[in-house]
């Protein structure tokens, strides 16, 4: 098998709060919000990209941190999109093959970030 790019694909999920008082004026509300996170890489020595329960420990350490905060104590415009972005950079730093988050606020709401 040529060893193109390939990815790997982690979901995730927590609740969480956030309001908002800007343009939008909306109360503290709750979100369960669930995510996926992709990684794309070469396949290593043993064919894989990574290990899918390592990226899964992660995810869920970073799911403790926001598990029924205030987003607006992590954030200071605690949008979707805001958000997308925070959890990408913490996975970033761990697996620096992460190339997309997907975080959907509600089923038929979500915010996408990816690098190339």
């Known amino acids: 098998m040529p060893n193109k790019n390939f990815s790997i694909t982690v979901s995730s999920a927590f609740g969480a709060f956030h309001s908002h008082d800007k343009t939008l004026s909306e109360p503290l509300h709750r979100h369960d919000f669930k995510y996926d996170i992709t990684l794309r890489a070469p396949l290593n020595e043993e064919g894989y990209i990574e290990d899918f329960r390592k990226v899964e420990d992660l995810l869920k350490k970073i799911n403790v ?3 029924g905060r205030s987003l607006n104590e992590i954030l200071p415009l605690p949008t979707t999109e805001n958000l997308a972005y925070y959890i990408f950079r913490e996975v970033k730093k761990v697996f620096p093959s992460a190339v ?8 038929n709401y979500s915010a996408s970030y990816e690098e190339s």
């Open 100 to 107: 997309r988050i997907t975080l959907r606020e509600k089923e």
């Open 65 to 67: 941190k926001l598990e």
